[in-house]
Structures are given as structure tokens and as C-alpha cells.
């Protein structure tokens, strides 16, 4: 069974950058595809970025740029660096990953960004 831990969300002045991490829990992860999406207030969960096994990425709208998706396999760790945060990118932050028989979801971890 995949489990997956996201941490590292808070509170950030427009403009400035958080760092969310992910540990990812299970056998047979390691060849998946992993990624994070969110959910802002009101709104539909939508696509941050993916980053597969071989580390091939893929954002959505709006994102690359300022954000970057890494995986560290060795520590089955996925991150997400987020540059130049703006209001709207207030949301809730969820990480998800999966195996050839699940997929995961994590809670989710907060960002907010102040004006």
C-alpha cells in the first residue's frame, strides 16, 4: 500500500518561495509517475506538475516557470520549489503517487500567500 506525507506549507509575502516535500511510502513506487496538484478555495483540484520515473516533466498552465518539480528516488522524496508566489496561488498543495496496483493521496499542506 502507497502512502505519501506532504510537508514544508505556510504562510509566504508575494513574491517569495516555498519548498513542499513529499515522502512517499510503499514498494513498487519507484517507476511511477508523481505529482502534485491543488485546490484553491472555491475551486476545482487542478494540475501543479508531474515528474515520472525517468524524470521527464510535465506542468500545468501557469506553473512552469516559477514552480520546478524534483524526485529523489533514493529518498523517495518528491518536492516542489515555488518562486515568485503570488495570492493566487493560495491553495491547498496535495502530492499524490502510486504503484502498479494503487495510488495515493496525501492530506495536503497549506500555502497561503499574503498580499
Known amino acids: 500500500q502507497v502512502q505519501v506525507v506532504e510537508s514544508g506549507g505556510g504562510l509566504v509575502q508575494s513574491g517569495g518561495s516555498l519548498r513542499l516535500s513529499c515522502a512517499v511510502y510503499?514498494?513498487?513506487?519507484?517507476?511511477?509517475?508523481w505529482g502534485w496538484y491543488r485546490q484553491r478555495s472555491g475551486k476545482v483540484r487542478e494540475l501543479v506538475a508531474t515528474?515520472?520515473?525517468?524524470?521527464?516533466?510535465h506542468y500545468g498552465d501557469s506553473f512552469e516557470g516559477r514552480f520546478t518539480i524534483t524526485r529523489d528516488g533514493n529518498k523517495k522524496t518528491l518536492y516542489l520549489q515555488m518562486n515568485s508566489l503570488k495570492p493566487e496561488d493560495t491553495a491547498v498543495y496535495y502530492c499524490?503517487?502510486?504503484?502498479?496496483?494503487?495510488?495515493?493521496w496525501g492530506q495536503g499542506t497549506q500555502v497561503t500567500v499574503s498580499s
Open positions: 499524490t503517487a502510486g504503484s502498479p496496483t494503487s495510488t495515493a
Open positions: 510503499g514498494s513498487g513506487v519507484g517507476q511511477s509517475t
Open positions: 515528474v515520472e520515473s525517468g524524470g521527464a516533466t
